[in-house]
């Protein structure tokens, strides 16, 4: 399987599990004509989409994708008032299936109406961990073999870059995951069957690619990488 990141950041995110005969895309919130191309226009293989909360950068496609007939899955507060047959409700800690996807959502701590990460599993990536958007999580997971996670920021360079803007500060702080916080998060579980980090989410001006993929890779000892728009990456259950 492989992992195709179309877009991430806090201008939109999209993230795209595509597997030899099926794909599973994470997250919703750019342009569609941007959603098409990264399909090169051939919707046959998309099984669903995840989406973790409603804001714009995250959800932005969901009507579009319905009325194209795709399934996409989120939480009721996620859709508020919007309706469609093609959309899923899911619920914290209940598994469905989405083709050959074992999905469960989990709720996360984030600043929307009913945010959640995701655990998916699949027979070629493995057990995946994906969780943005939120500045803390009290879960830890068994078995992961590949992991999406946000490192929106660095405490040491908002603390200098913020000193003087305490409301913008503890909105991030208490919306956002920091680098020091995943790093928590990733000490916590077991690594063992680990084989990809991949750092989502970055923020343009509160992060330093570099240093948080060199700190990442320090902590865990793991293949880290540092997602950005059109990287692919091999995303396996093993390494081989």
């Known amino acids: 399987m492989k992992l195709k990141v179309v877009a991430t950041g806090s201008k939109g995110n999209c993230y795209l599990l ?10 919703c919130g750019v342009n569609i004509r941007e959603i098409k191309k990264a399909l090169h226009f051939d919707f046959s293989k998309l099984s669903a989409v995840l989406v973790t909360h409603e804001h714009k950068d995250h959800a932005e496609c969901i009507e579009d994708l ?6 996409v899955y989120a939480t009721a507060g996620t859709f508020g008032s919007f309706k469609s047959n093609r959309a899923k409700e899911v619920v914290a800690h209940n598994t469905f299936f989405v083709g050959g996807f074992k999905i ?15 655990l998916i599993q699949h027979p070629e990536c493995g057990k995946v961990l994906f969780l943005t958007d939120t500045f803390y999580c009290p879960y830890t997971f068994r078995n992961l ?5 946000e490192t929106n920021f660095s405490k040491a360079i908002i603390k200098e870059k913020l000193s003087e803007m305490e409301f913008l500060k503890n909105r991030i702080y208490q919306s956002h995951m920091s680098l020091e916080t995943a790093v928590e998060m990733l000490q916590a579980n077991d690594l063992s069957k680990v084989n990809n980090i991949v750092l989502i989410h970055l ?3 509160n992060s330093d690619e570099r240093i948080f993929k060199e700190t990442v890779h320090r902590a865990t000892g793991k293949n880290v990488s540092v997602a950005n728009n059109g990287m692919e990456l091999e995303f396996n259950k093993t390494p081989f």
């Open 18 to 27: 595509q597997g030899e005969k099926e794909t599973l895309m994470i997250e």
């Open 145 to 149: 073999n590949n992991i999406l996670i």
């Open 66 to 71: 319905t009325r194209l007939g795709v399934n």
């Open 203 to 205: 923020s343009d001006s």
């Open 104 to 118: 469960m959502a989990f709720d996360v701590k984030h600043d929307a109406k009913d945010p959640v990460g995701y």
